[in-house]
């Protein structure tokens, strides 16, 4: 992982068979040391200027009627989903899959995103980043999502962009969604992307309290959450936290 901030550029050849063979290789030894019946593959922020520029990847496109780059990373998710199901797995991945633009430091123009693809059946979408109308959509369409709104649940943000309360007052399920949906709404996650935590210390700092929010936020029924109950239960919490590593 590199130690700075941003996108890398370099992306797999998924046209050669010998990339898809090592990346299924590197899966079946995760699900030999994992028992998670869930696999999260990434997909997000693809830079597509590789693709676009290589002769051999352009070819595969136009023999498989893939529509764009886009079209054929749809392609490849769907051979790494297909590929997890066989073995029992559910695939999940950022909702850039859901082949979206939702960033515009990556270097890709809508014609990059023309579909013809659509997303295997049991491929969980986890949503980080754009419209909230992109989960309507992905529940609608049949598949589960795990809400990770960067917004409220990326721990790498400092506790002014992201205080505690704001946090805690997270609601997974987004407003408007219709109620038959509800149950899509599989879970919750937070992230801490740790380029710009230099120390253990600093670790500390983001991560507490902010992860006993998120975890009310996951297991609490909301009828039951009380923002100034909660900063009571934290007291013997920080007792724990403040504890040396021996």
């Known amino acids: 992982v590199p130690g700075y901030w941003g996108i890398v550029k370099n992306s797999y050849d998924v046209a050669d068979p010998r990339v898809r063979t090592f990346i299924k290789d590197v899966l079946m030894e995760v699900m030999q ?3 998670s019946k869930i696999i999260h593959i990434g997909g997000d922020e693809v830079d597509y200027t590789d693709w676009k520029n ?4 352009q070819r595969f496109m136009k023999e498989n009627n893939l529509a764009s ?11 790494i989903s297909n590929f997890l199901n066989e073995n029992g797995r559910n695939m999940m991945g950022w909702n850039d899959i859901m082949g979206l633009k939702l960033i515009d430091h990556v270097n890709n123009d809508s014609n990059d995103y023309i579909k013809r693809q659509r997303l295997a059946k049991g491929t969980i979408i986890d949503f980080w980043m754009g419209d909230l109308a992109h989960i309507k959509e992905a529940v609608k369409e049949g598949y589960e999502v795990v809400n990770a709104y ?21 609601d997974p399920i987004p407003g408007g969604l ?34 006993a929010a998120i975890a009310e936020v996951g297991w609490t029924d909301k009828k039951n959450k009380d923002y100034e109950l909660f900063l009571h239960a934290l007291a013997p919490f920080y007792n724990r936290w403040k504890l ?3």
């Open 178 to 211: 219709e109620p038959d949906y509800h149950s899509k709404i599989i879970g919750v996650s937070a992230q801490l992307w740790s380029e710009y935590v230099p120390t253990a210390e600093r670790l500390k700092i983001q991560l507490f309290p902010r992860l």
């Open 150 to 170: 960067h917004k409220f649940t990326y721990f790498n943000y400092d506790t002014i962009a992201l205080p505690l309360k704001k946090v805690y007052t997270f």
């Open 244 to 246: 040396k590593e021996e």
């Open 33 to 35: 040391l994992f028992p």
């Open 54 to 57: 290589s002769v051999t990847v």
């Open 69 to 79: 780059p886009s079209d054929l990373q749809t392609w490849f998710t769907n051979d």
